[in-house]
């Protein structure tokens, strides 16, 4: 190539400058780069034709033209850093966060009330020194009825509306059927609670098919009426204030004898009589008894070494009363501007 002169490498050389300071993005340096240093450039082509030069001229184009590669590259360079600092800086504008603002507050469940009335009466009877135990709810015939002395054709078991599975198999109706189980298996002395889910055909503003219950059994030598009274006063001192009484009513059920209901003062009142008591001062809580003799002979326990009581409550009901509920719907209907006030 004939001509090349210091001239032309100096258009070049200020083409490029400007070039590269005008350019926006680093992709945009990029192919100024390639256009300007690239293989192909017209730099390049004019660089490579130095030894076409006239020998006289050679030195001195060769000299200028790497100074002008030399300039442009650092050009690029330092137009590269500028580029590459002002995309950070946008990028931090971007993505920036104010870490001094509050967080977003993230919804927290809590425990359904029923368990945690459940949790409430366990730690009172554990702090007593009875045992938690369990059993299934799926029950024979036998353990939730018979051997808690209540023959075929007991009229007690029509109370009870029934779920069954087939003819000796049942949804439990009751927790009391745990008693029998544990009895069958461990000998006294016995000091346990039972919580759990019991099931009976029948639905409306005090019942639903699925409930909860808690039992009691307590199975020692000379266990008589009064420990029972004495126990079910504390329970109902803890649970629902230290001003509560409790009294025993005399009442009915197959597998203790004699068998009681439980009221307790009536909180709202104080015992005065008001609405939520019917005007009677008076709240039922349980029901209870001594351990009838037949359930003893059931499970193989003497009932002349020993002797003993149970109780059983509904969760729910303990819970109505407590929290001042009206309605057994409300715990199962999950609505949360219900659930969120407990
Ligand atoms: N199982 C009875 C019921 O569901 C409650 C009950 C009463 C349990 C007296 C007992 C008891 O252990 O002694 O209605």
């Known amino acids: ?20 300071e005008t350019a926006r993005t680093l992709a945009e340096l990029e192919d100024l780069r390639v256009r300007y240093l690239g293989r192909k450039a017209e730099l390049t082509n004019l660089l490579r034709s130095i030894p076409e030069l006239p020998q006289q001229e050679r030195p001195e184009v060769g000299r200028f033209g790497n100074l002008v590669k030399r ?21 931090l504008e971007k993505d920036r966060v104010d870490v001094t603002l509050p967080g977003r507050p993230w919804p927290l469940g809590h425990l359904h009330l029923i368990e945690q009335t459940r949790r409430e009466i366990e730690d009172i009877f554990v702090g007593l020194g009875y045992d938690v135990v369990q059993g299934p709810e799926i029950e024979t015939d036998y353990h939730n009825f018979e051997a808690l002395n209540h023959p075929e054709d007991h009229p007690a078991r029509s109370l009870h509306d029934t779920f069954f599975v087939d003819e000796t198999i049942l949804l439990r ?10 009895m069958e298996q461990q000998p006294p002395p016995l000091y346990l609670i039972a919580p759990g889910k019991t099931y009976r055909r029948d639905s409306d503003a005090t019942h639903t098919p699925m409930f909860h219950q808690v039992e009691g059994l307590v199975v020692d030598r000379g266990v008589t009426l009064a420990d029972l009274k004495g126990t079910l006063d ?21 597998f203790t004898e004699p068998s009681v209901e439980v009221d307790v003062s009536c909180m709202a009142c104080n015992g005065q009589g008001c609405r939520l ?66």
């Open 173 to 182: 109706t009751h927790t009391s059927p745990v008693q029998v189980r544990v």
């Open 1 to 20: 190539m004939q001509g090349l002169t210091r001239p032309d490498l100096k258009q070049i050389y200020e083409r490029g400058l400007r070039d590269f």
């Open 234 to 254: 504390t329970f109902a001192k803890k649970m629902f204030g230290e001003e509560r009484q409790i009294r025993l009513r005399p009442h009915y059920f197959p």
């Open 71 to 91: 300039e442009l590259e650092q050009a690029l360079e330092s137009a590269r850093k500028d580029l590459e600092q002002a995309e950070l800086a946008k990028g």
């Open 277 to 342: 008591c019917k005007r009677s001062g008076w709240l039922e809580i349980l029901g209870a008894g001594m351990v009838d003799p037949n359930v003893f002979g059931f499970v193989g326990i003497d009932p002349e070494e020993y002797s003993g009581f149970a109780f059983g409550m509904g969760v729910e009901r303990i819970a109505m009363l407590k929290y001042g509920v009206t309605d057994l719907r409300l715990f199962y209907e999950n609505d949360l501007r219900f659930l969120r006030q407990f």
